[in-house]
């Protein structure tokens, strides 16, 4: 018997079709997390998870979980991804690991196989958080880290709850949350990052998710005239800013590795020409896969900021946006993903992630990993996010070999 | 004879009831030009002008000139600055030069004095720029370098014109621009910077205003994740305006002297936690008394400019924002101020105007100079600009002083 393959055309059609669900004039996506757009998308999704004879199960923040039963009841092996967007995204991000899974299940059920283990394609709620924070709330909502009391109570930047708008989309579910039985997690997903592309490898075999440290810096200088207040009387809130920039800069191209520092956010009052900035707030993004790193990282950023301040005679406060340790994934399955991309004839390498996934909460629940394939440029979160379609089908291919490997395997194993 | 002398508390009670028109809770005024507060704050110092005998005519911009006739017919010696304030100013800013100019006629006046010239105190249109640009623009029409329907036509930060506002509260007025005669002119001004304040001098004989030149940076790198790109792909549009703001800081360090160099507005887009810039807009204000000076500071930060831009694969645009060439007092005026403060026992020095004044434009069309007192903590442009009171005083003295000497002299002096 010739094993079952996935149908190129068919899961391109299908990103296609998704695409269109809240697609933006010249390209691109806007389908922000429980919008009217959400739900159309939801609504098709969930069409073709019937189409193909899943059991459709909605829980309580909104999760989706479609199941192919197995021969036997086991815990299920579980992909799947999320369907929202940010409000300029891409096709792929998220929607591709979704349909992809479905085309896996549709292959065997096409095929007449039924696996060892049930397969479960599932879709969280609100992955971007562009909406409603905080992100991947979905799936810290399904693994139990985040109540769900919580999750509903959460207001997003337009005012409305989650509850509400999960109501009035009408995808309050009653499945259970915190609880629930899940064999493994394998996540595919686009890249959203140049590293594949650059180095033109079609498969990436994700160890780990890195570690996060955002810091929102306040500094506090004295505002005065930019023509008649001398260089040396000055106390410019703005200047510690740019050398607390150039510094991270510096120091995650000194400290190499996975190190990456950015200040993506800065404000200067009053942002005036001729005015010295009295004030300023801006964030450091720090990320390393390695939490002694992370660490070090932000006690050597956190000194300079301060002796900096003191020089200028500008007060500093910070404070911590977000932290995540640094996810690990499962080291059988990151080896079953890259064996499994060898053997199908593809160029394969071990990388983190930058970006954070709903794999990563799976992973503190069941053994779990990712698979990557390319991002054109490393463009995401973007309507210029794209990869190839042989790509996008590599990755499928590994995806329901590896999936098919999982859900055969021996109940001990 | 003894001289007639300032009253110190009649000029404090001025400077203190015109404070109170546009006047803020809490401290500072809020009178932009052509408000319904400056009319206000224009009809009560008209108002004293009347009060002493002067004979007010209004031009065509606005501007405002009392004028105490002299024994004959000579051009006159003029002083004055303007009463228009920015949204958060203080009370001395402007208003400061042109009430301790009606004192100084008040006092002559009551001595029954009458110079050879006459005296006019004026105080002109929309200085501070703050609604309508250019700032000086009342000035520049009275001296000619800009002509009166290009003034009338600007659109102001609410889209409504110059010539409407001056229509709505009445001060489009008939007195000729352009061609006006004036022998000389002394305006007395608070320092607005902190050099009399820290060095415990009273009096500042400026001998002119630095050269400014603003330049608007437009870099466009690569917007991309802050998580997924590593350091060594980054086109970051923020860090180069980070590495340029430290240069233009070291740069002014290093040339010594007057020159100044602040970054004072600076926008990132998209402005996001996690999001490497793609695009950065910001200012550099740089100013020296020296032109060739000011020049060697505009091209070393253009130069450096476009070297950081090249090396982090960022592309640079600017664009001139304003530019003024250095302005040099008249040194006999300047002497003449000088050598009045010591002969009344104040301490005196020299400096430059680190900020713009009406005498600036003025010195196109006659001798001028300027009087400073000190700012307290160099404090301007903020509700907490503050000045002694025995400051402010000794300021008025020295003006009137001046004043007399100036409207005595022989006619071919």
């Keep these: 018997?010739?094993?079952?393959?996935?149908?190129?055309?068919?899961?391109?059609?299908?990103?296609?079709?998704?695409?269109?669900?809240?697609?933006?004039?010249?390209?691109?996506v806007c389908r922000p997390a429980l919008t009217d757009e959400d739900k159309a998308g939801r609504d098709w999704v969930v069409g073709r998870m019937r189409e193909i004879g899943m059991q459709v199960t909605v829980d309580g923040?909104?999760?989706?979980?479609?199941?192919?039963?197995?021969?036997?009841?086991?815990?299920?092996?579980?992909t799947g991804s999320h369907i929202d967007t940010v409000r300029t995204g891409g096709l792929y991000d998220g929607n591709y690991g979704v349909l992809a899974g479905l085309e896996a299940v549709r292959v065997l059920r096409e095929a007449g196989i039924r696996t060892r283990r049930p397969l479960a394609v599932?879709?969280?709620?609100?992955?971007?958080?562009?909406?409603?924070?905080?992100?991947?709330?979905?799936?810290?909502?399904?693994?139990?880290?985040?109540?769900?009391?919580a999750a509903l109570a959460t207001r997003g930047i337009d005012g409305t709850t989650v509850a509400e708008n999960l109501e009035r989309i009408g995808y309050r579910g009653h499945a259970p949350v915190g609880a629930a039985r899940v064999g493994s997690f394998v996540e595919l997903h686009i890249e959203q990052g140049p590293v594949l592309d650059l180095e033109s490898v079609t498969i990436g075999a994700v160890e780990g998710v890195q570690g996060i440290s955002w810091t929102e810096f306040t500094?506090?200088?004295?505002?005065?005239?930019?023509?008649?207040?001398?260089?040396?009387?000055?106390?410019?809130?703005?200047?510690?800013a740019a050398r607390i920039s150039c510094f991270a800069r510096e120091m995650a191209r000194e400290m190499g590795g996975d190190q990456v520092a950015t200040v993506g956010a800065l404000n200067l009052f009053p942002n005036l020409v001729n005015v010295i900035p009295s004030r300023v707030v801006f964030t450091v993004d720090l990320r390393n896969t390695v939490g002694a790193m992370l660490e070090d990282a932000e006690q050597r950023l956190w000194a300079f900021?301060?002796?900096?301040?003191?020089?200028?005679?500008?007060?500093?406060?910070?404070?911590s946006l977000a932290r995540f340790d640094p996810v690990k994934f499962d080291p059988a399955l990151i080896g079953l993903v890259e064996a499994t991309a060898r053997e199908l004839g593809y160029s394969v390498r071990r990388l983190p992630s930058g970006a954070g996934h709903d794999a990563q909460i799976l992973a503190r629940m069941c053994p779990a990993a990712m698979i990557f394939v390319p991002s054109v440029a490393g463009l995401s979160h973007n309507v210029r996010e794209h990869t190839e379609p042989a790509d996008l089908v590599a990755g499928a291919r590994v995806l329901l070999r590896v999936l098919m490997q999982l859900a055969d395997r021996q109940p001990d194993q």
Excluded: C
Aim: hydrophobic share 40%; no cysteine; aromatic share 6%.
């Design 61 to 78: 923040i909104g999760n989706v979980v479609g199941v192919y039963a197995g021969r036997e009841d086991l815990p299920p092996v579980m």
């Design 219 to 240: 500094l506090s200088g004295t505002s005065n005239h930019a023509g008649t207040t001398p260089m040396r009387f000055r106390h410019d809130a703005g200047l510690v």
């Design 122 to 149: 599932a879709f969280f709620t609100n992955e971007e958080g562009a909406r409603f924070a905080p992100d991947m709330m979905g799936s810290l909502v399904f693994q139990g880290d985040l109540s769900l009391d």
């Design 1 to 28: 018997m010739s094993l079952p393959e996935i149908d190129g055309e068919r899961l391109l059609s299908a990103l296609a079709q998704l695409g269109r669900i809240g697609g933006l004039d010249g390209g691109g």
């Design 305 to 319: 900021a301060d002796e900096a301040s003191a020089a200028e005679g500008v007060t500093l406060s910070r404070r």
